[in-house]
């Protein structure tokens, strides 16, 4: 019986799956399966949609990818034997509604599911294009020891299942999450999983999804919090573990008014007792979360290092121009694959200054990354000859800086196709904002490392990794920023300040702010006016960038979809 002295031992799996990869999610959960039973483990978590990866998007259009999903979790219910496994996976009915659902597995059988009630339309998620909404609760009984299940979204609702489960008499409530990161979310989530430990008086087990799909990031960090709003066991962020905690609930069910499961009209399953066995205490992990800073970088290295990977890509190759955006790109993208995957191209041209070269080699060398230079003015040349007859007539102005950038891209692009490279994007969301990027130039690759990182942001990163070991050049930091495009060309040619930019662009774009309200702000309003107009105006180039990893609550992409053709202006 579970007791004091012999409590109830979790395993919480915090696992990096992929999507689509369905025989190697289930591989790896049977994998975890082996390691929470030598363990002594009496359940163990995996998180929501481990068997399909998270978010499967429209796969879950497709009937062969359901039928595979099913006969994934059965891969797993059979492996399962002394054990109680918690399982995300595709849940399909007779009539073929789809449910995005938590298995209980026991006994080598599907003991019950609960189904996702509250399913996610906002902001990234579109669930409600694909899932039909649970309707009921469930709790299950493992020895003296009654635990409810939930998905996600689910927890986030003052009043959602878990509120139902801890009236029907749950001591514990376990919540699966594939809860994408943006900076400082944990903060967030521990608060909300506080209010609802102590609110329903109930142990909180709240286990999330670590990883990089595409332009999202799962960040890990589960975490079980005791009824006080305690954290009392900890994951680390961004990487797999097994995270293993005792929980004894006699004494805390002795202290709850607590209503008998008979009086509140909710299905029990009761799964039986576990297996008694002798096994020493554990000492429950509780990791640190890192700073603001820090954890956005190891952000950008674990999203840089699954869209590579999972993509099947080995190399990488990153155009490397003297300045903090490419060479910051570079330095994640050698933490995340290594020096020997990265390739530095430098394109000089007739603008790039001496000490653009100068530190583009000195970056190279400290990265421990092979460069090549290929110039670009003899092509540029080219161009111009080619264009001088209809050109006549005109001055050089945007047309001639946009050419080099886009021989740029075109020279990236060649190695990409002879080399088999994955070519990383090095703009900044500040540049993307704007428009202050070439489309088919420095916008040509297949992933934008930094596309949801202000340029303000973009410095603090570069501090940081250079706090880790002096990888980037401190000149490279401390210049002027400039695309290097025409004679003496500054980036403050063209955009106000980044110190003021930013905080423009953060009301407008994150928080959805009216003019009206930025300029409240103290922002002067024709500054404010002009920024607005160049997001407005560039919607065009985003929705034609490459995938990016998201770390603010609202990147460009699938956080924020406006359309090219706008006439609403404020």
Request: glycine fraction near 8%.
């Amino acid at each position: 019986m579970m007791t004091k002295d012999r409590p109830l031992r979790l395993a919480l799996a915090q696992i990096n799956t992929t999507v689509g990869d369905l025989d190697g999610n289930a591989s790896k959960i049977i994998e975890y399966i082996n390691r929470g039973r030598e363990a002594d483990a009496d359940i163990i978590v995996f998180p929501e949609l481990a068997i399909t990866g998270y978010p499967p998007e429209d796969l879950l259009l497709k009937p062969a990818f359901i039928e595979r999903n099913l006969d994934a979790i059965e891969q797993v219910v059979t492996k399962s034997s002394g054990i109680v496994v918690i399982c995300g996976f595709v849940e399909r009915e007779k009539d073929g509604s789809l449910y995005n659902s938590a298995a209980v597995i026991n006994n080598g059988k599907i003991a019950g599911t609960h189904r996702k009630v509250f399913l996610p339309n906002y902001g990234v998620f579109d669930e409600c294009r694909y899932f039909t909404r649970g309707t009921e609760s469930i709790v299950f009984k493992l020895d003296n020891v009654i635990f409810g299940v939930n998905v996600c979204e689910d927890i986030w609702y003052p009043n959602g299942p878990h509120n139902a489960q801890a009236k029907a008499g749950a001591d514990i409530i376990i919540n699966i999450n594939a809860s994408p990161f943006h900076s400082e979310k944990w903060k967030e989530r521990e608060h909300m999983l506080a209010e609802r430990a102590q609110n329903n008086n109930i142990y909180c087990v709240y286990l999330n999804a670590v990883g990089g799909q595409d332009e999202l990031v799962f960040d890990g960090h589960s975490m079980v919090l005791n009824p006080k709003g305690k954290i009392i066991s900890r994951g680390h962020s961004f990487q797999e573990e097994l995270l293993l905690l005792d929980i004894a609930t006699e004494e805390h069910r002795d202290k709850k008014s607590g209503t008998k499961i008979t009086d509140y009209p909710i299905s029990l399953v009761d799964l039986g007792e576990p297996k008694i066995t002798d096994r020493k205490p554990i000492v429950p992990a509780i990791a640190t979360p890192p700073p603001r800073v820090e954890e956005v970088y190891q952000a950008l290295v674990l999203g840089t290092k699954d869209y590579v990977r999972k993509n099947g890509f080995k190399h990488v190759g990153i155009g490397i121009s003297g300045g903090i955006d490419s060479a910051l790109t570079a330095a994640v993208a050698v933490d995340a694959l290594g020096k020997e995957s990265v390739t530095g191209v430098m394109m000089p041209s007739r603008f790039t200054s001496d000490l653009s070269i100068r530190e583009s080699i000195r970056l190279g060398e400290c990265l421990g990354i092979d460069m090549i230079t290929i110039p670009i003015d003899a092509v540029f040349e080219e161009y111009k000859n080619a264009l001088r007859d209809v050109f006549a007539g005109t001055k050089e102005d945007v047309t001639e800086e946009n050419i080099q950038a886009r021989i740029r891209g075109n020279y990236l692009m060649a190695l990409s196709n002879k080399f088999g490279w994955l070519i990383l994007t090095t703009g900044n969301k500040s540049e993307m904002a704007t428009g202050y990027a070439t489309l088919y130039g420095d916008m040509a690759g297949g992933f934008a490392v930094l596309k949801d990182v202000p340029k303000t942001l973009v410095y603090e990163l570069a501090h940081y990794r250079n706090s880790i070991s002096p990888v980037i050049p401190e000149a490279i930091i401390t210049r002027p920023p400039s695309a290097e495009l025409r004679a003496n060309q500054l980036d403050q040619d063209s955009l106000p300040p980044y110190d003021v930019l930013d905080p423009i662009l953060h009301h407008y774009i994150v928080e959805d702010a009216s003019v009206a309200e930025i300029i409240a702000k103290g922002f002067p309003e024709d500054v404010v006016r002009r920024v607005v107009s160049m997001v407005d105006k560039n919607e065009y180039k985003r929705r034609q960038a490459p995938p990016g990893i998201k770390i603010t609550p609202k990147a460009f992409g699938r956080d924020r979809r406006l359309p090219i053709t706008n006439a609403f202006k404020e």
